[in-house]
C-alpha cells in the first residue's frame, strides 16, 4: 500500500500527464489488468454498475450503497485512484454530503457529480432535464464541504450543453468552480471548438468524455491536448468489448455444443492467474500450513 491519499494520487497522475486517460473497469479483476498495463487512473461508470451489477438501464435506478459497494471491491484491488460517477449524489445537500464521505471512506480518489434531475438519463440520449443553476452550485457547495480528505477530487459535469447550449453550460462551470469543484466534465459536446471554449473560459481542467455511440466524436487524446482537455474518459469501452466477446462464446457454445472454436479469444488460466498473483498466494498457502495434514 502506498502512504498518499487516493484523492493525492488521482492529483499526481494528472500533474503527470497531458492529457491523463481514465479508463473504465467494470470490476476489480478489470481494474488490475488496467493496473498491470499501465494505467494511471481508473473509473468506475455509474451506468456500469446499473447495467453490469444489476441488469438495469443507466436511468438513476442504483442507490449510493449499490456503487459505493462497487467502488470498495475495486479500490481494495489496486492502488490506483478510482474516480465514480455519482450521478446526481442521490438526494438532497445531506445525501451528497453522505455520499461524498462513504465513497472517501470506501478509497475513492475522485467523484463527478452532475446537474440532471434525479430521474437522470445517460450523457448522450436526447431530452435530458437538468436543475437550476442554482441548485446544482448547492449540490457542489454540499459536496466540496465534505471532503475529508482535502486531496479528495471533485468533478463537476454539466449536462447543460444540450438544451441550452454552450454559453450557458460554460457559465454553470464557472458558477461550480467558484462553489469548490476542481475541475469540470463537460458532458455530450460535440466538436473539438467546444472543448476548446469550455478550456479556454474556464480556469479548471476539463474531463473530455469519450464515450463510443455517443454524441461526441471519437477524439484522440493529441486532439484533445491541443484544445486544452486535462482528463480523458472511457468510461465503458472495455466493458462493451467484454460484452462482445462473451456474447460470441455464448453464442458459440449455443451453436456448435463445445467451446473449441472460441477457445482463442479467451484469457488463459496462465494470463489469469499471473494477473491475480495466483502463485504467490499459493506459495503463501503452502509455507503457512507446511507439514499440515491435507495442506503439506
Ligand atoms: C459516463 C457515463 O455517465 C457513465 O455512466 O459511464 C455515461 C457513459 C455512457 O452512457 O456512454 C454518460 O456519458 O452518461
Ligand atoms: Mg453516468
Redesign the pocket.
Known amino acids: 500500500m502506498t502512504q498518499s491519499t487516493p484523492g493525492a494520487r488521482f492529483r499526481a497522475a494528472l500533474d503527470a500527464n497531458r492529457p491523463l486517460p481514465v479508463v473504465?473497469t467494470i470490476n476489480a479483476y478489470s481494474a488490475m489488468m488496467a493496473e498491470r498495463v499501465g494505467h494511471q487512473a481508473i473509473?468506475l461508470?455509474?451506468?456500469?454498475v446499473a447495467n453490469a451489477s444489476f441488469g438495469l438501464p443507466?436511468l438513476g435506478m442504483t442507490t449510493m450503497n449499490d456503487v459505493v459497494e462497487d467502488a470498495h471491491r475495486i479500490c481494495g484491488a489496486t492502488d490506483l485512484p478510482l474516480l465514480v460517477?455519482i450521478d446526481t449524489g442521490w438526494g438532497g445537500a445531506f445525501n451528497i454530503s453522505r455520499t461524498v464521505k462513504e465513497m472517501q471512506r470506501a478509497g475513492v480518489a475522485a467523484v463527478h457529480l452532475e446537474d440532471q434531475v434525479a430521474q437522470k438519463r445517460?450523457?448522450?440520449r436526447p431530452n435530458k432535464a437538468i436543475v437550476s443553476q442554482q441548485e446544482m452550485v448547492d449540490r457542489i457547495k454540499a459536496a466540496a464541504d465534505a471532503r475529508i480528505d482535502p486531496a479528495f477530487y471533485l468533478i463537476a459535469r454539466t449536462d447543460a450543453f444540450q438544451k441550452e447550449g454552450l454559453d450557458a453550460a460554460i457559465e454553470r462551470a464557472n458558477a461550480c468552480i467558484e462553489a469548490g469543484a476542481d475541475a469540470i466534465f463537460a458532458?455530450?459536446v460535440h466538436t473539438l471548438e467546444d472543448y476548446r471554449a469550455f478550456c479556454e473560459r474556464v480556469d479548471a481542467p476539463i474531463l473530455a468524455?469519450i464515450?463510443?455511440?455517443?454524441a461526441t466524436p471519437l477524439f484522440s487524446q493529441q486532439e484533445l491536448a491541443e484544445v486544452g482537455c486535462r482528463i480523458v474518459?472511457y468510461?465503458?469501452s472495455a466493458f462493451r468489448a467484454m460484452n462482445a466477446a462473451a456474447l460470441n462464446v455464448y453464442r458459440s457454445i449455443l451453436d456448435n455444443g463445445h467451446q473449441r472454436d472460441v477457445v482463442d479469444q479467451m484469457q488463459t488460466r496462465e494470463e489469469l492467474y499471473d494477473f491475480l498473483n495466483y502463485h504467490d498466494f499459493e506459495r503463501k498457502l503452502d509455507a503457512l500450513f507446511a507439514g499440515q495434514d491435507g495442506n503439506a
Open positions: 473504465g473509473y461508470s455509474g451506468g456500469g443507466d460517477d445517460c450523457g448522450h458532458e455530450a468524455n464515450t463510443e455511440f455517443g474518459l468510461p465503458l
